[in-house]
């Protein structure tokens, strides 16, 4: 029993940490734009693809690499994909800043869904086994089994996550991101590059979501073209639930819902006699975020969503 | 014609010349499509299922300007109504017409249903709810297998008849369509100039200002949802009936968001523009056959270049039916 529930936490930390990183990149996006990215999870699909590309052309053969070359593929196809995230904003999102709400969101739709059927053109739609970035080695704890996979997962997601705290709190960098998501143009008065802070946005935002893919991606061994739309749902409910638009929101969030939805899975079947069996986890995660959205709209941490607060206001 | 009226429309005069050109390929192809093979009325009948998607989609994204990306959920409300009722599934064998008519009161109840806990939030909340509410109903469908054949779907549909005249080869759905799109077509065209319309126009230009002159924009959202709800939800009656099968396949994520992208395409907030897009949307994968998976790689960057060039899509909105007609019949 201790066992069982040692070894579902670890799970919950496990997916938590990779719905943390992409949600994110949900949030910061939100925050400076108040627009939703739906090609954020393309992102995380897309950190997969380009760090086994990286692998094959590093070494050719995927299966065996050493550590070098994993952790080197894995630092470059991140950044790789900060790149792309900056690319997309400058063609597809920065000509619609002063246009209808809509718009932005409609050409993010657009984005996501080039991607995918890019990706599934060039890469084919079938799944594609994923080299394990960590050794197959499992630790046995209290009762529970421990992967050293999860325990990377863990390292490198809190890794990144530390950064990202360093970065927004106690660099300039942040201190400008943060003055652009507070006011804009206010910001744009004090003589900020407002257009920088974006493009850092979309540099960092993108690069947690590969980082998150690549992590997802070895944790099950397996990528998809697809992989990216319900995790990406998922990151976002995550996002919406801690608060949108609040760093530590979107990591609060995430691990919630990665606890309610590996405790979930393990006793709706127990619960409902059999009725409602494990098949209906997403259906739970998307039923939490109705449920935020009626109780709490403003998540746990974030500020008031109603229509009547001025953050609905067409600011820019 | 008078020659002042000569003198006066004398500037739009290719755009007459455009007008009658469309005008007769829509008639030649209603004429002629009696006459053509079945694939190729089949292939009619889903633009005008989609047309119809189109149009009901069309009043909640174009006229209210809210992104409803869980659309299909009540397209698959109306499939499955009619599944449910005239099938050896639950052994219910209802007449067409009145399974028509509880699909559309289902359809708008669940529309109202959703739209009241999320209307009265901020617009961009509602595109990822319907999102999170499109996926609910195909997970519940997919594993719901007593009631809905889980992913095998519902076979053996009864063949639909109207008042003792069956409706069962492609070119009786073509003609069933056909009345449908006209009917909902006017419709709708003649409720976005009502009252209704424009509180619709006045939540998408400025909500704020809307309320500020006495809008209740929740009430006329939920009626914009409502609205749209039916519409889909008719479409997914008409298009079980003349599938005789469904299955949850045909209701995924991607097919919501094809519609809006049609929509987006052809011209948001006209219907003249909803066709437009429906056309290239079917047409585009019969003439380029060979590139067939390229066809939705090219319709998103068409989309994404159209946003930022042309936002009102292929046909804008100022040129609607109205327009049209003036057009084609003088005054």
New interface residues.
């Given amino acids: 029993m201790l066992g069982n529930l040692i070894q579902q936490t670890v799970n919950a930390l496990t997916i938590g940490a990779v719905y943390a990183l992409i949600a994110l990149g949900y949030t910061m996006v939100y925050g400076v734009l108040?627009?939703?990215n739906?090609a954020h999870g393309e992102m995380f699909m897309l950190g997969a693809y380009v760090a086994f590309l990286l692998l094959s052309m590093l070494v050719g053969d995927v299966g065996a690499t050493g550590a070098i070359a994993l952790t080197a593929a894995f630092v470059i196809a991140i950044f790789l994909v900060g790149v792309i995230g900056v690319g997309i904003e400058r063609?597809?999102y920065k000509?619609?800043r002063n246009?209808?709400?809509?718009?932005p969101?409609?050409?993010s739709?657009?984005?996501?869904?080039?991607l995918v059927?890019?990706i599934?053109?060039l890469a084919g739609p079938q799944p594609v086994a994923f080299p394990s970035f960590f050794p197959a080695v499992r630790y046995e704890v209290l009762g529970g089994t421990v992967s050293a996979v999860q325990i990377g997962i863990l390292i490198a997601a809190f890794a990144l996550m530390f950064g990202l705290h360093f970065l927004v709190n106690r660099s300039r960098i942040g201190i400008i991101v943060r003055a652009v998501s507070e006011s804009r143009p206010t910001a744009q008065l004090l003589g900020i590059n407002v257009n920088g802070a974006i493009s850092m946005v979309f540099f960092v935002g993108p690069l947690l979501g590969a980082a998150g893919g690549i992590l997802y991606a070895s944790y099950y061994g397996i990528m998809t073209p697809t992989m990216g739309?319900?995790i990406g749902?998922k990151a976002?409910?995550a996002a919406?639930l801690g608060g949108i638009g609040s760093i530590p929101g979107a990591m609060l969030g995430a691990f919630i819902l990665a606890f309610v939805e590996v405790g979930g899975t393990a006793l709706l079947p127990v619960v409902t006699h059999g009725v409602l069996?494990t098949?209906?986890r997403?259906?739970l995660s998307?039923?939490i975020?109705?449920l935020v959205?009626?109780v709490r709209?403003a998540g746990i941490l974030g500020e008031a969503?109603?229509?009547e607060s001025i953050?609905?206001?067409?600011e820019f | 014609m008078s020659v002042a009226e000569t003198l006066t429309t004398a500037k739009p005069r290719s755009g007459r010349a455009i007008s009658f050109l469309f005008f007769a390929i829509a008639i030649a192809l209603i004429v002629a499509t009696p006459f053509l093979p079945n694939y190729y009325v089949r292939v009619i009948n889903s633009l005008l299922i989609y047309i119809l998607l189109g149009i009901g989609l069309n009043i909640v994204?174009g006229y209210a300007?809210l992104?409803d990306?869980g659309f299909v959920a009540f397209y698959a409300v109306g499939a499955y109504s009619y599944a449910l009722l005239a099938s050896p599934q639950l052994d219910l064998h209802w007449p067409f017409l009145i399974i028509l008519l509880v699909a559309a009161c289902l359809g708008a109840v669940t529309g109202i249903l959703l739209g009241i806990?999320?209307l009265?939030?901020?617009?961009?909340?509602l595109?990822?709810?319907t999102?999170?509410?499109g996926?609910?109903i195909r997970?519940?469908i997919?594993?719901l297998d007593w009631l809905t054949g889980g992913p095998k779907g519902i076979p053996r549909l009864d063949k639909a008849s109207i008042l003792g005249i069956q409706v069962a080869r492609p070119i009786d759905f073509f003609w069933l369509l056909l009345v449908t799109v006209l009917v909902v077509g006017t419709l709708v065209w003649r409720l976005e100039r009502s009252i209704l319309g424009k509180a619709w126009a006045a939540i998408r230009e400025?909500?704020?200002a809307a309320r500020g002159i006495g809008i209740n924009?929740t009430n006329a959202k939920l009626a914009a949802f409502a609205t749209s709800a039916t519409i889909g939800s008719i479409a997914g009656a008409i298009f079980a009936a003349s599938q005789r099968f469904v299955s949850p396949e045909s209701f995924t994520?991607?097919e919501s968001?094809l519609i809006?992208?049609m929509i987006?395409i052809g011209g948001i907030g006209n219907i003249l523009g909803i066709v437009a897009g429906a056309a290239i949307l079917m047409l585009l994968p019969e003439v380029l056959r060979e590139f067939a998976?390229?066809r939705?790689?090219f319709?998103?960057?068409l989309?994404?270049f159209l946003?930022?060039v042309r936002?009102a899509g292929i046909v804008p909105r100022s040129f609607g039916p109205d327009k049209l007609i003036r057009r084609l019949f003088g005054k």
């Avoid at chain 1, 953050?311 to 067409?314: A, E, G, I, L, Q």
């Fill in positions: 108040r627009m939703i739906f063609v597809a000509p619609l246009s209808t709400r809509l718009a969101m409609l050409s739709l657009g984005v996501s869904l080039s059927t890019g599934q053109i739309a319900v749902l976002f409910t919406i069996g098949e209906y997403d259906v998307f039923a975020l109705i959205l009626l709209p969503v109603s229509e953050v609905y206001k067409r | 994204i300007g992104l990306l806990p999320v009265r939030l901020r617009g961009d909340y595109a990822i709810v999102l999170g509410f996926e609910i997970i519940i997919n594993n400025d909500q704020d924009t994520l991607q968001v809006v992208l987006v998976e390229w939705i790689l319709l998103g960057l989309m994404i946003i930022i936002p």
